[in-house]
């Protein structure tokens, strides 16, 4: 059983598999992640409300999309299925390095805290108010730090929705 795998195709359940295994992810953690940058669509074609430009699976940013010899208007228009090569293209270079639902999420949102401890502070709004004010929904405690614990609890707490999805 896959958390949120009644969302998806069972070609996608095999490709997250195959891709989860071969990058020695937790599978269950890499589709709540994917549900929680997709809006728990798991569409290729969802794009970042706020208006970052970021698009699919795990939001790919323009950027990132260009350095994965993509664009994120192709990325868009590919079946999810499809749009998983990407993502695993993107989670490559961590191999060996995402052990937990924590450091999954901070290869998208933030890869220098993968590794760290939830005490970490990813976001500051002293030190880098942009980046805190593009984030400031996961300040819980509204002390103007946002800790890599706040960032992906929200992603933690779709694990009863996924087990309520599983196939």
Request: with cysteine; hydrophobic share 45%.
């Amino acid at each position: 059983m896959m958390l949120f795998g009644e969302k998806v195709t069972a070609t996608f359940r095999a490709r997250v598999q195959w891709l989860a295994a071969d990058l020695e992810l937790p599978v269950d953690d890499l589709m709540c992640c994917m549900a929680w940058e997709s809006g728990r669509t798991f569409s290729a074609s969802v794009r970042n409300a706020a208006g970052s430009g970021a698009v699919g699976l795990i939001q790919f940013m323009p950027q990132t999309a260009a350095a994965l010899g993509t664009s994120t208007d192709a990325l868009a228009a590919m079946k999810p299925e499809d749009q998983l090569n990407y993502v695993w293209k993107y989670f490559a270079p961590y191999k060996g390095r995402l052990h937990n639902l924590g450091d999954i999420y901070m290869a998208i949102l933030w890869p220098a805290a993968i590794g760290k401890p939830d005490s970490y502070v990813l976001f500051d709004r002293d030190t880098g108010p942009h980046a805190y004010v593009q984030n400031k929904g996961l300040d819980f405690n509204h002390d103007g730090r946002i800790t890599r614990a706040e960032a992906y609890s929200r992603v933690a707490a779709l694990r009863g929705e996924g087990q309520a999805l599983a196939a």
